[in-house]
């Protein structure tokens, strides 16, 4: 496999030196930035593969740079890093068009393998995130307290098969080990979550942001 | 927090000590060629700061300048004005834009209309931070939920129609406690006994004059002296109850009428046009209303309006710098109290924890648990505005046992539990009873497995609520269950199986363990609590 171009954007640059450090020789750093307009300045001039990206930034959210970005340069993949459970937050860098998820706590080369499979194009989803989507997407009316139901139902469910993928991710399940567990490849593994991925980014925003708005009230 | 005692030093962040009050700016707004406008951008200025402050926006940003109509834009008007407010609150607490509509923002909030206003719970007080004059309307609103202005416009209007809403606000003033104390002014004065003294001593100067007055026939000054003396004594007494901080405020409002009642910023010949071109105007309105034409209307009414017109021309700037010094005070009033409140959470929080963690350097899984232990806390007042140290609410829903298992776990252990909850739903004794399992299987892969992270994934379904407790670790081989394993047996099969559940255990030397716990859920407990 090549070596991909990453691009740090965190507002601490302790951490940066640190995520530097894990990513060790797999990976070539290309660049970092510490805000938003920085961080959209210079992703555009050197055009990495993937940026590792904060969600939370000084100047305004981490989706702020995605939806910058993406406009000018949509072959440049974001893979979100925080520390911050808000589902909110989560929800809001993923519909801004970031790859994935995946908490500060991941551990070197997991993080390594995450950019790796954000680089080949695919989703990268943490147990967490995992179950926010199952949550968002609850298959029955009845779990939901009596959602409305939106526009496109084909884009507001999920399929049986990407639930079981997603439940089996949250459990803590690697790709491999999921592909193992459901006796499919790993390549349709990451269709399924990279579906997943989409429905997510295109589904009616009015189910997601009412989830997420709830789900931080508790 | 358990360690809190642990001998820290208190007193690291003195919060009374570092606020910074912005300095008064004097002669900001004086044009003299259109004092009313600037009067009327004065105004607003002062009032869209004071919303941003009360309401907790930020307060750097500046007011455009693009004239009058540059003013009102987002101020006021439902409900668009009240929804970019709480926009942007939203954003300095979360760092983003909130993926929702504004006005939702704003209504998530509990602010269903303009009128509404922030609700405070408690016995009805005055308002520290909320007041024009003596916090009344700001006190009143908060304990109904209305907006303060609302209250503020009710009381001027009952105010003008009868003088009722003067008596009324006047009374509240004297026997409502402000906020944090214990006392009303007209309880601590019915026990100033040396300020009923001094009233006291008023009377005999009364009856004096009184004597006088009707011996030399002049009967309207002993009417005039009988309320005079009244209100003096109450004054007096008034004066010696009121707090601090109100005497500061009358001590201010007094102190440009010394200066012949014009800001300081203004040059002489400018004070000098002003003070003409004021009492020609109410010269002009005085002579309208006294000789003017005899029809009914337009004397008293036109007369009235020319002398009110000349005298704002003449206060106008007077009130001005009263209206700006109140709000200035309240910012600098309400900045530290924030501070206030910043410094004593960190304090107990993480000054704390530093202050341990430096004692214990030695020892690293110590600093490790104290660091993670922290950082949940952080994170949980960060994001879920959960108070430190307070209750945990949400233990009797599986999402809030889920989190408390994590908790304690990881407080207990020296490994991460990632846990995650699909849906949510009322614990029951069943339930209970499979959070405790769990919790059981995860200790025990925080003993055995050598794993540093164990996943929690918890899912409440119509019918059941599953829960899967999954390491990375060693492994064992489940036919050959050493017989210092028998806690998981025990405490895990035999739970789930009394109360109906199953339980499985998934394993293999070397691939790590995985435990699977389902329990079906009971029909009452599901028809009164449906997940979401």
């Not at chain 1, 997943?196 to 709830?214: G, I, M, N």
Request: glycine share 10%.
């Amino acid at each position: 496999m090549s070596r991909p171009r990453v691009f740090l954007v965190d507002d601490h640059a302790l951490f940066r030196a640190g995520v530097r450090a894990e990513l060790g020789d797999d990976l070539e750093v290309v660049g970092e930035a510490d805000d938003v307009e920085p961080a959209v300045e210079l992703i555009g001039e050197r055009e990495p593969d993937v940026v590792l990206l904060d969600v939370h930034l000084p100047g305004g959210g981490g989706g702020r740079v995605v939806e910058a970005v993406k406009a000018d340069h949509p072959s440049v993949r974001f893979l979100a890093l925080s520390v911050s459970d808000a589902p909110e937050d989560v929800i809001a860098v993923i519909r801004a068009g970031a790859r994935g998820y995946v908490t500060k706590t991941i551990s070197g080369p997991e993080l390594v393998d995450a950019v790796h499979r954000v680089a080949a194009g695919d989703a990268v989803f943490s147990p967490r995130l995992a179950g926010f989507v199952l949550d968002a997407f609850a298959a029955d009316p009845t779990v939901t307290g009596g959602a409305t139901p939106s526009f496109d139902p084909e884009l507001d469910q999920l399929t049986q098969r990407e639930r079981e993928v997603l439940r089996l991710i949250a459990r803590g399940y690697a790709y491999k080990e999921v592909a193992a567990e459901l006796s499919i490849s790993v390549k349709t593994v990451e269709t399924h979550v990279s579906a997943v991925l989409r429905k997510l980014q295109l589904s009616s925003r009015h189910q997601l942001t009412r989830w997420a708005s709830e789900r931080r009230l508790l | 927090m358990a360690w809190s005692g642990e001998g820290c030093e208190h007193g690291l962040i003195d919060p009374t000590t570092e606020t910074p009050i912005p300095p008064p700016d004097p002669g900001a707004r004086e044009d003299e060629l259109a004092p009313i406008e600037a009067a009327v951008r004065a105004f607003i200025g002062q009032w869209r700061r004071h919303r941003r402050r009360v309401w907790g926006q930020d307060t750097g940003d500046e007011l455009p300048q693009t004239g009058l109509a540059g003013e009102f834009a987002g101020w006021g008007g439902p409900p668009g004005g009240r929804a970019r407010h709480w926009q942007r609150r939203y954003e300095a607490i979360h760092g983003s834009s909130p993926d929702m509509p504004a006005w939702l923002v704003a209504r998530r909030h509990g602010h269903r209309h303009w009128w509404h206003g922030p609700r405070r719970v408690g016995p009805l007080r005055r308002s520290h931070e909320d007041r024009l004059l003596g916090g009344v309307a700001g006190g009143v609103a908060g304990r109904v939920g209305l907006d303060p202005t609302v209250v503020r416009i009710a009381f001027v209007l009952a105010a003008l129609a009868s003088g009722f809403g003067v008596t009324c606000y006047v009374l509240a003033w004297l026997l409502l406690p402000t906020e944090g104390e214990h006392s009303s002014i007209a309880s601590r004065a019915l026990h100033d006994w040396r300020g009923i003294a001094l009233a006291l001593a008023v009377i005999p100067v009364v009856v004096v004059v009184l004597v006088l007055a009707s011996a030399l026939g002049a009967g309207w000054v002993g009417s005039f002296m009988t309320a005079f003396g009244i209100g003096a004594a109450g004054l007096v007494l008034i004066w010696r109850n009121v707090g601090e901080q109100e005497r500061d405020m009358v001590a201010r409002l007094t102190r440009p009428l010394s200066r012949l009642g014009f800001t300081g910023g203004g040059s002489w010949r400018g004070v000098v046009v002003r003070a003409m071109l004021g009492l020609c105007v109410a010269a002009g309105g005085a002579v309208v209303l006294l000789l003017g034409s005899n029809r009914a209307v337009v004397r008293p009414l036109g007369g009235v309006l020319l002398v009110v017109a000349g005298a704002v021309v003449i206060f106008g700037p007077w009130w001005l710098h009263i209206v700006r010094d109140l709000f200035e005070e309240r910012q600098a009033r309400a900045l530290a109290e924030e501070r206030a409140e910043v410094a004593s959470r960190v304090h107990d929080s993480v000054l704390q924890t530093l202050a341990l963690i430096q004692r214990r350097s030695d020892d690293p899984q110590q600093v490790v648990k104290l660091a993670r232990s922290q950082e949940r806390e952080l994170r949980s007042w960060l994001f879920e505005g959960q108070v430190p140290g307070a209750g945990d609410l949400a233990d009797t829903t599986m999402a809030g046992a889920v989190s408390r298992l994590e908790r304690d776990v990881e407080d207990r252990y020296d490994l991460a539990v990632e846990a995650v909850v699909v849906g949510d739903c009322e614990l029951d004794d069943h339930l209970c009873a499979l959070v405790d399992a769990g919790r059981e299987a995860t200790v025990n892969a925080a003993k055995w497995s050598g794993s540093p992270t164990v996943s929690v994934f918890a899912e409440v379904e119509l019918d059941e609520v599953s829960m899967f407790v999954r390491d990375r670790g060693v492994g064992f081989d489940p036919g050959q269950v050493a017989s210092d394993r028998r806690g998981l047996a025990e405490s895990v099969y035999g739970r789930m199986t009394r109360h109906g559940g199953t339980a499985e255990v998934r394993s293999s030397p070397g691939g790590g363990t995985e435990v699977v716990l389902r329990m079906p859920r009971h029909r009452a407990e599901r028809d009164q609590a449906p997940a979401r």
